[in-house]
């Protein structure tokens, strides 16, 4: 018996600065997870993934990565997407720059 579909979210890293990026509803691309198109059909996740592959000029290696739904958006469900969410773990530089707490 075959297990249904998972959602999920496109993601891939920006081809100029390296940082994670997510594809959004209305075709952009985006550094925050919560506002990655959450897509719940396996044949549209098809198609978004295409699309990514096709902007390589902005997008390198998109992939599809298993989300759920949340209460700011969709959230990641595996340890690997929630590290990528973070940044680059080399604290000089990226999204933990910010963080005050490192």
């Known amino acids: 018996m075959s297990r249904g579909f998972t ?3 496109v993601t891939a890293n920006d081809l100029l600065i390296g940082d994670v990026i997510y594809l959004t509803a209305d075709d952009r691309w985006t ?12 044949a549209h996740a098809q198609l978004r993934l295409l699309d990514a592959q096709a ?3 902005i997008a390198v290696g998109p992939y599809l990565a298993d989300a759920k739904p949340g209460a ?3 959230e990641p469900t595996h ?3 929630a590290f990528r ?3 680059p773990s080399n604290y000089a530089h990226g999204k ?7």
Do not use: C
């Not at 933990?96 to 490192?102: C, F, K």
């Open 31 to 42: 550094r925050h997870h919560a506002e990655a198109e959450l897509i719940e059909d396996e």
């Open 79 to 81: 340890f690997r997407e």
């Open 7 to 9: 959602p999920k979210v």
């Open 72 to 74: 700011q958006g969709p």
């Open 85 to 87: 969410t973070r940044g």
């Open 96 to 102: 933990q720059v910010e963080q005050s707490n490192v």
């Open 55 to 57: 902007q390589k000029r």
